[in-house]
């Protein structure tokens, strides 16, 4: 799909962050990513794969809120 919709990251920042509650750094940041091809199908499932990460969480420690994932879709 990000082949098909020619996503690439076109920006990103992305730190270290120390929690008071665990002995593990975690990351603290964001990406964008652009598609340059209007493939409307790969785009619309890339949206609903970043939409189902709010839901589920990513990386370490879901369970506990860690892996907050916030989606902005902008034009």
């Known amino acids: 799909m990000v082949q098909a919709a020619g996503c690439i990251l076109s ?3 992305l730190e270290t962050a120390e929690s008071t509650t ?3 750094p975690g990351f603290l940041g964001w990406v964008e990513y652009t598609c340059r ?3 409307i ?5 890339l949206n ?5 990460a709010f839901f ?4 370490y420690l ?7 994932t916030a989606v902005t879709i902008a034009n």
């Open 56 to 59: 589920t969480g990513s990386g």
């Open 62 to 68: 879901t369970g506990l809120g860690m892996g907050t």
């Open 48 to 52: 609903a794969l970043a939409r189902l």
């Open 37 to 39: 091809a209007r493939e």
């Open 22 to 24: 665990q002995a593990h």
């Open 41 to 45: 199908a790969a785009i619309a499932s």
């Open 11 to 13: 920006e990103y920042r």
